[in-house]
């Protein structure tokens, strides 16, 4: 089997997210759902009612009063949030793995992830933009395909780093040359596998060609220079993080400058914490990440 099918062949196999995502996934969109039916069926999964009222009664909602009430929380989050937060409960397991093949340890690939979520977040509003509809779930999904691909990485390491440091090309693009798919491409395609959203789709596959993404290039450009920024500060950069270069163009078309930036990464660990920390299964994240 050649290693192009071997990797296609992973992403078929690859366990699917709990079941209650794929059926927020079908009514995210549903203006007339009954909330307290909903709750009724989120009930039914304890560990995802659990996420639910952790993450909405967490410092990223910044909520006025505690929220014990399913019911109460899905209300006043509303069914997009829902959505997210659901695929954030069911993705952070998934999220926190060893990849020795692109040099993370355990925590470092669901760090890296989150403080991409958030720093897209917050530069939204650093720059007084309406967040892009699901921005935190691109985010935290953009690096998805390296949990895939890091068995496909650990044989062939030397030979993408030689083909980056001799021909001067990013990561993304020597896998792609030897494997014949990189990781932006796997994530897309196993997100594709699990019928999430276009957009969603879209921000993984291109998160590193920002210029491809066509109608979903403002999403797709806020999810590259939060990624970017992630590896500046440090957070997960692993053996790739400094193997590929920022788009201007993309940092541009927001509007962004060096301090604005700087106020985006300064205002993002602190809610990564408790976030981090909630998602993690209570594992406090270390500084400096």
Request: proline share 3%.
């Amino acid at each position: 089997m050649s290693r192009l099918n071997a990797i296609r062949d992973t992403i078929r196999k690859f366990p699917d997210l709990p079941a209650m995502c794929g059926h927020m996934m079908k009514h995210r969109n549903d203006a007339h759902i009954d909330f307290a039916r909903l709750a009724r069926d989120i009930r039914y999964d304890p560990g995802v009612t659990a996420n639910v009222l952790k993450l909405t009664n967490s410092a990223y909602f910044g909520l006025p009063q505690r929220v014990d009430s399913l019911q109460t929380a899905i209300t006043l989050i509303g069914m997009k949030r829902l959505f997210e937060t659901i695929v954030a409960g069911g993705v952070a397991g998934k999220l926190l793995v060893r990849l020795p093949g692109y040099h993370l340890d355990r925590e470092e690939i669901l760090s890296h992830s989150l403080w991409n979520a958030l720093a897209a977040e917050e530069a939204c509003r650093m720059l007084n933009r309406k967040p892009v509809e699901l921005l935190f779930t691109c985010g935290l999904l953009h690096d998805l395909g390296k949990i895939v691909m890091d068995e496909f990485i650990q044989p062939v390491q030397a030979e993408i780093l030689e083909l980056v440091n001799a021909k001067h090309v990013s990561f993304d693009k020597a896998e792609r040359r030897i494997l014949g798919m990189s990781h932006a491409q796997a994530g897309a395609e196993l997100l594709d596998r699990w019928k999430f959203p276009e957009e969603i789709i879209a921000a993984v596959r291109w998160h590193h060609e920002p210029a491809m993404a066509g109608a979903h290039r403002e999403l797709v450009d806020t999810i590259h220079v939060a990624d970017m920024l992630a590896y500046t500060e440090g957070l997960g950069a692993g053996i790739d993080g400094f193997k590929y270069t920022i788009w201007q163009e993309s940092v541009t078309n927001l509007g962004m400058n060096i301090r604005l930036l700087e106020r985006v990464a300064s205002r993002t660990l602190d809610t990564m914490k408790e976030l981090e920390h909630v998602l993690g299964g209570g594992r406090e994240v270390r500084n400096g990440v």
